[in-house]
T-cell receptor, first 114, second 115 residues
Framework: SQQGEEDPQALSIQEGENATMNCSYK?????LQWYRQNSGRGLVHLIL?????REKHSGRLRVTLDTSKKSSSLLITASRAADTASYFC??????????????FGAGTQVVVTP | DTAVSQTPKYLVTQMGNDKSIKCEQN?????MYWYKQDSKKFLKIMFS???????INETVPNRFSPKSPDKAHLNLHINSLELGDSAVYFC??????????????FGPGTRLTVT
């Protein structure tokens, strides 16, 4: 079953605006990661936030994590056309033999128009 | 230099055929993965190898057989292809399989179309 679910499924904004997308998950996690996927390409890691962290920044990206609500948000500030992509959250779920594996949500498709 | 490479990029084949997808990483990572992304962009892990040893094997039909000849390579062989196997398959690697504490590096994907 899907661990992370992104909201909204799609987001259309203009250049310069901020884009916010949310991720909710079901079970306890060790950490949460955000990835970007440009059309026809592989996923690119954006940011990792650990379960004991509440906020993390990387350039124009800001990620928050609220473990009590089992949710995370990704904010892209001052968006650019090049930010057009799908964004996925991924949570680490421990397997029965203690190997972690990533579970991805279905992604938020972001379109930034010039 | 390409960090994680996959071949081929596109694969079109008929039902019942057997095909292979190759993956190589030059990052010196210990762990490699295969993921399947369906038409709705949902990405699901299939297998994970750590130092050539199979670590994660999700509920994947046994028509799918991964093989890791060394820790830089992880290939995926699919027997008796079915229409439902059509998807994009991604290879990925990470330094170790340590509770998912590390980012994963993805290849460009192989789009498999079964007709």
């Amino acid at each position: 079953s899907q661990q992370g679910e992104e909201d909204p499924q799609a987001l259309s904004i203009q250049e310069g605006e901020n884009a916010t997308m949310n991720c909710s998950y079901k079970t306890s996690i060790n950490n949460l990661q955000w990835y970007r996927q440009n059309s026809g390409r592989g996923l690119v890691h954006l940011i990792l936030i650990r379960s004991n962290e509440r906020e993390k920044h990387s350039g124009r990206l800001r990620v928050t994590l609220d473990t009590s609500k089992k949710s995370s948000s990704l904010l892209i500030t001052a968006s650019r056309a090049a930010d057009t992509a799908s964004y996925f959250c991924a949570t680490t779920v421990m397997t029965t033999d203690s190997w972690g594996k990533l579970q991805f949500g279905a992604g938020t498709q972001v379109v930034v128009t010039p | 230099d390409t960090a994680v490479s996959q071949t081929p990029k596109y694969l079109v084949t008929q039902m019942g055929n057997d095909k292979s997808i190759k993956c190589e990483q030059n990052l010196g990572h210990d762990t490699m993965y295969w993921y399947k992304q369906d038409s709705k962009k949902f990405l699901k892990i299939m297998f994970s190898y750590n130092n050539k040893e199979l670590i994660i094997n999700e509920t994947v039909p046994n028509r799918f057989s991964p093989k890791s000849p060394d820790k830089a390579h992880l290939n995926l062989h699919i027997n008796s292809l079915e229409l439902g196997d059509s998807a994009v398959y991604f290879c990925a690697s990470s330094p170790t399989l340590s509770g998912g504490a590390y980012e994963q590096y993805f290849g460009p994907g192989t789009r498999l179309t079964v007709t």
